[in-house]
């Protein structure tokens, strides 16, 4: 098993944590992983994007033209990376940051609404892992253990006690997110 997947965003969306995790639960995992951010001077609010392979054997590159997953929270993002997902691969898109969504058919869509979850949440830090959750739904390449694992390890320690509420939400992407039948 390998997946290589692409996350990208506004700059303080939590693109680049997601990754961090994402590459972190592989780890936790046994997994081989790379983890490769890529971002504008700006940082907030300017566009944000992270390469994340997990692979059951040794990668060869970081390097990617073309990913199995696109995880796109923001127009840009979806007009560069929606042409780069693989035939058969997969794109989430949070509809927040959507004004015209993907028009591929060779690819599955699926949308989840992770910024009207976390304002029901009350709580926009956690719109990444709600993300991060329906992600990890569709495409479940690292358990739920493995991100628990992961967020005590990338999180500082005086940020644990937040780990629980970042866990719910992880939870509740998995269950918010659908499968476009556009």
Same mark, same amino acid.
């Given at each position: ?8 965003? $506004?700059? !303080? ?5 997601? &990754? @961090? ?5 592989? =780890?936790?995992? *046994? ?6 951010? %890529? ?5 907030? &609010? ?5 390469? +994340?392979?997990?692979?059951?054997? /040794?990668? #060869?590159?970081?390097?990617? #033209?073309? $990913?199995?997953?696109?995880? +796109? ?7 560069? $990376? ?5 035939? !058969? ?15 591929? /058919? *060779?690819?599955? +869509?699926?949308?989840? *609404? %992770?910024? *009207? ?16 959750? &329906? =992600?990890? @739904? ?5 358990? #739920?253990?493995?991100?628990? /694992?992961?967020?005590?390890?990338? =999180? ?13 939400? $992880?939870?509740? !992407? !998995? ?8």
């Amino acid at each position: 098993m390998e997946k290589e997947v692409i996350i990208s965003g $506004f700059g !303080g969306q939590g693109v680049l944590s997601m &990754g @961090k995790i994402l590459a972190y639960s592989g =780890l936790m995992e *046994d997994k081989q992983v790379t983890w490769m951010p %890529a971002y504008g001077p700006e940082q907030r &609010g300017g566009t944000a994007n992270v390469t +994340v392979i997990v692979s059951d054997e /040794k990668i #060869s590159s970081p390097i990617l #033209s073309t $990913f199995d997953v696109a995880v +796109v929270l923001n127009q840009p993002s979806l007009e560069k $990376f929606e042409p780069k997902v693989k035939p !058969g691969g997969i794109l989430i898109y949070d509809s927040y940051g959507i004004i015209n969504p993907p028009t591929r /058919k *060779d690819i599955t +869509v699926y949308k989840i *609404d %992770a910024m *009207d979850k976390a304002a029901e949440l009350k709580n926009g830090k956690i719109f990444n892992m709600i993300v991060l959750g &329906g =992600l990890l @739904k569709v495409c479940p390449i690292i358990s #739920s253990e493995g991100v628990e /694992k992961a967020l005590y390890k990338t =999180l500082p320690e005086r940020h644990h006690a937040l780990i629980p509420l970042n866990m719910t939400a $992880f939870e509740e !992407g !998995g269950k918010i997110i659908m499968k476009n039948e556009e």
